[in-house]
C-alpha cells in the first residue's frame, strides 16, 4: 500500500499514534476480506462488502495523513 510513501510510512508507525490505529486496523480487515472470500469464515456478500467499504474508508484517511506529512 503506497510504495512510494514507504518511508514516511516508517516514520509515522513510530511518530503518529493515530496513523499506527488507522494502519493496523486497516491490516487487520484485509486479512479478514480475504480469510471470508477464501470461505476460511462464513460471511455474506453484504457482509463482505460492508468490510471493503470500511477498509476503503481507512485507506482514505491515511493517504490523506501522508499527503499532509509530506508536504510539510
Known amino acids: 500500500m503506497f510504495p512510494e510513501y514507504r518511508d514516511l510510512i516508517t516514520q509515522l508507525k513510530t511518530s503518529d499514534h493515530h496513523f499506527v490505529n488507522l494502519f493496523d486496523r486497516h491490516n487487520d480487515l484485509d486479512q479478514k476480506i480475504k480469510n ?37
Not at 476460511?40 to 484517511?61: F, R, S
Request: net charge neutral; proline share 0%; glycine share 2%.
Open 36 to 72: 471470508l472470500e477464501a470461505q476460511v469464515v462464513g460471511a455474506t456478500h453484504e457482509e463482505i462488502e460492508q468490510l471493503k467499504k470500511e477498509k476503503l474508508h481507512l485507506k482514505d484517511q491515511l493517504y490523506t495523513i501522508l499527503r499532509k506529512a509530506s508536504a510539510s
